[in-house]
């Protein structure tokens, strides 16, 4: 008979309790990994090697958007109460290439939801203090859907054709734009003008906001040479979130522009400058006649249109500060003036001007900030035409400055402030604030 070692109990005891104790911190380490790795990713879903990276990897790249937004107008003859809402942003990026098919072929598909209540319509300024609502009718929701096609002739030319959400072209610029969910919510600042947009004959949000239009279809032509880069368009002038736009495009008349942007880099400080021209042979309503015969001629259908406007832009963006690792990352000065013939386009003018970009401090990059000053100039005809009615009316202005917090790089609480000078003069200064949270997944 084997005679079989005797260990102690206390011995057990404290062998199970070191290793329960060991697993323990095992757990919380890898709990603790688990969480580190979800803030520092760029979304909940886009894990190492997973479905969206394997996705990637074959040419398809999926993201979905949801930006929630809380506005209210606590100065002001406007509305008092606050309104909840906002939208939902679904992207699809195709390479064709990827997927075994020919090279230099992509597609972009947006899909939108809006949803919930806005105070666009509760103030009484001209210009829209949430362009991510400003489509959105009270008590209704609306769904847009964009698809556009580019294809690379070479590295350095390439053909795009198809709906193009402006508010998405405008939020890729690093310091201005945004489409209203994550920087500037002001439409004058949030999706600056650019230039194919009329008065046209009937009402509503298109001629409320009377700078730019939110869809446009048509096709694009982009140059990429040293030291310039030149985008040719032909666009319908109308705005595409109405139907009829997609069924018969160009009835009405055809936008032409060009855009040349020059980047420059002073002091080791990136910025570029960009010059935009257009032209447009749509019919709009002739605004030197909207005087005491324009309820007559609206009653009798003979509404006095006008042929063709142009319109001319220059706008500049310069860091003045920016990341000595990374150059995309800083912050600096931001500017735009543009001109318009004024009729049929009822702004003649406008400019703004501000400061925006990163918050450089350590740590806090992903923060983004801004503040800017816009003023938009109606035009005169337009102004001595109300007046001729008895309806008094003057040029806009404002102020706006937000600051976006990134609690994550998928996770972002953002504040905005606004103080409007309304186009009514008989209306007080407008003072405008929101908290937005929008989630990347």
Known sequence: MIARPIIP????????????ICAAGAGAARAEDVLYSLAAQPSPLDTPDGPKEQLRRVGITPDVWVTQIYQGEPGGDGSKTWAYGGKVDGFLKIDAEKLGLW???HVNVQYEHYFGENINRRDFALIPVNTAQAYLGA???????SISVT???SEQVSVSAGKFNMMTLASRTPLIG?????TFMNRALALPSTGVAYTAARGGAADRVVISAPYLIGGLVTIKTAPVIVTFGLLDPRSAENPRVIERPFEKGVAAGVSATVPTEIFGLSGYHTFRAAYSDARGIDLDEIGPIR??????????TKKGYWFGSYAIQQNL????????????????AARSDGNPTPVGWNMLVGLAGNNLLEGRENDRWGVGFFHYGVTEPLLAGLDALGVSRRSEGGVEGFYNFAITPWLRLSADLQIVDPWNPGKQRETVTALRLQTKF
């Open 9 to 20: 109990t206390r011995k057990l005891v404290a062998a199970a309790a070191g290793a329960a």
């Open 151 to 153: 294809q690379d002739l």
């Open 178 to 182: 945004g489409g209203g969910i994550d």
């Open 103 to 105: 090279s230099g072929l």
């Open 321 to 336: 500060f920016q990341s000595a690792t990374n150059p995309a990352v800083g912050w600096g000065l931001f500017g735009l």
């Open 295 to 304: 309820p007559l001629a609206v009653a009798s259908g003979a509404i006095v």
């Open 139 to 145: 008590g209704t929701f609306h769904s847009a859907l």
